[in-house]
T-cell receptor, first 111, second 114 residues
Framework: NAGVTQTPKFQVLKTGQSMTLQCAQDMNHNSMYWYRQDPGMGLRLIYYSASEGTTDKGEVPNGYNVSRLNKREFSLRLESAAPSQTSVYFC??????????FGPGTRLTVL | SQQGEEDPQALSIQEGENATMNCSYKTSINNLQWYRQNSGRGLVHLILIRSNEREKHSGRLRVTLDTSKKSSSLLITASRAADTASYFCATALRGSSNTGKLIFGQGTTLQVKP
């Protein structure tokens, strides 16, 4: 099992560009999450999906959109990137009330 | 504001010593979890303690939970250089049981010197 995979690992964007971060899990988990982690801080939840077909806003959703494509895949889209979105992005998955399994992260720099 | 706040923010100890990290939270929880993050990596789950449990052990890790004080502690005994990492507590709020949603603290950075 690969667990949780994320692509790309690194990305540099110019202000105003768009991109999609991909996440996939092979553990048959219902719930998936997107977080951002800024230097010296914990993780802040951007969006989550409790089950296929549902998505909900987290703590910091502004500037992002998500798609739960199927049970395995949960993508995060930046429509018009801003320097404030420079961060490390983590995807995670879990069964309800269970532990979360994290991907390796995507380091995004917006110039 | 953050649900979980951790103390201390940074901790530096010698190999072989014990390390204790504390986490306080504000609202009722279903469970509290501890995660470890090595530099530049994703988080790895260490231990989960449910709201009706008071203490849990896993190898050199001991976690306590005091729901009356809304606090938890993580003790790492006989620390090793490989324990150097950031440690985060995360709470599953009561009422979020059908989502698995967690709220993370800001973390404690532990350095274990050889």
């Amino acid at each position: 099992n690969a667990g949780v995979t994320q692509t790309p690992k690194f990305q540099v964007l110019k202000t105003g560009q768009s991109m999609t971060l991909q996440c996939a899990q092979d553990m048959n988990h219902n719930s998936m999450y997107w977080y951002r982690q800024d230097p010296g801080m914990g993780l802040r939840l951007i969006y989550y999906s409790a089950s296929e077909g549902t998505t909900d806003k987290g703590e910091v959703p502004n500037g992002y959109n998500v798609s739960r494509l199927n049970k395995r895949e949960f993508s995060l889209r930046l429509e018009s990137a801003a320097p404030s979105q420079t961060s490390v992005y983590f995807c995670a998955s879990s069964l309800p009330t269970d532990t979360q399994y994290f991907g390796p992260g995507t380091r995004l720099t917006v110039l | 504001s953050q649900q979980g706040e951790e103390d201390p923010q940074a901790l530096s100890i010698q190999e072989g010593e014990n390390a204790t990290m504390n986490c306080s939270y504000k609202t009722s929880i279903n469970n509290l979890q501890w995660y470890r993050q090595n530099s530049g990596r994703g988080l790895v789950h260490l231990i989960l303690i449910r709201s009706n449990e008071r203490e849990k052990h896993s190898g050199r890790l001991r976690v306590t939970l005091d729901t009356s004080k809304k606090s938890s502690s993580l003790l790492i005994t006989a620390s090793r250089a490989a324990d150097t990492a950031s440690y985060f507590c995360a709470t599953a709020l009561r009422g979020s049981s059908n989502t698995g949603k967690l709220i993370f603290g800001q973390g404690t950075t532990l350095q274990v010197k050889p």
